[in-house]
């Protein structure tokens, strides 16, 4: 399981830089396991940057997303596929979506969870945030404005806590999979889950990397639910 996270860190920053050169490098350095949401992000960038490489890799990257088939991998290899030329682009509005932010928002506590989404820029908006821009005075102008703003409603935590149990399912070390399930019992169990991987680091690293596709993919459906279609903001490259 070790460099997972090496990876996931290479792809994160590609990603988020924008550099689809990068992207295909970070993609060059082992299995793509459990990266194939941000993997497809960033080839959506290198497909639209030109980078020789893209269009082989995006091919690969849907075919193995159509094959795991976990939520919102079928939306993200239709978003590749049209990307290629090879199918029409889904009927869904385009926006720029931090995924990570989004997903915190709906898996989060539904206590004080929730918010919103600025349609016109893509902005993920907690509702403490927006609560607190209330309560200074400094809310936007068009803050009713139905048309400007998507309502994000927290789903709580069961998800996430499906994801340990697959994760446990799918280890083939025993001893450490009957550790884990008895960890996730009760109440505290994220906390004691992450502490039994935290001896086995290289464990550790591949539970993240599955944690963030799962939960990434989970938020591109929602949006996708929703009439939209996730995208990473295309920054130009400095030279």
């Not at 460099?3 to 920053?13: C, E, F, I, P």
């Not at 889904?90 to 206590?111: H, N, Y």
């Not at 446990?168 to 001893?175: F, H, Q, W």
């Not at 949006?223 to 130009?236: C, D, I, T």
Request: aromatic share 6%; hydrophobic share 40%.
């Amino acid at each position: 399981m070790g460099g997972v996270d090496d990876r996931l860190v290479a792809l994160r920053s590609a990603v988020f830089d924008g550099d689809g050169e990068r992207v295909v490098v970070a993609l060059s350095r082992g299995p793509w396991g459990d990266l194939l949401q941000r993997a497809g992000d960033g080839l959506i960038i290198a497909l639209a940057q030109g980078v020789e490489e893209a269009p082989d890799l995006s091919r690969r990257c849907a075919r193995q997303l159509r094959a795991r088939a976990w939520e919102g991998d079928d939306d993200l290899a239709e978003q590749l596929e049209a990307a290629l030329g090879d199918r029409p682009a889904p009927m869904l509005r385009p926006l720029p979506v931090d995924l990570e932010e989004l997903a915190g928002i709906l898996e989060g506590d539904p206590a004080h969870g929730g918010g919103r989404i600025d349609l016109h820029t893509g902005e993920v908006r907690p509702q403490a945030a927006i609560d607190y821009a209330r309560e200074q005075g400094e809310q936007d102008p068009d803050d009713e404005d139905p048309d400007r703003w998507l309502a994000v409603w927290c789903e709580g935590s069961r998800d996430a806590y499906r994801d340990m149990e697959n994760f446990i399912d799918a280890l083939d070390e025993e001893d450490l999979a009957e550790h884990l399930a008895i960890a996730i019992s009760g109440r505290g169990a994220f906390r004691r889950f992450k502490d039994v991987l935290g001896r086995r680091p290289g464990e550790l690293e591949a539970w993240y990397a599955f944690s963030d596709d799962r939960q990434r993919g989970r938020a591109r459906a929602w949006l996708a639910a929703a009439g939209y279609s996730a995208r990473v903001p295309l920054r130009p490259i400095a030279t």
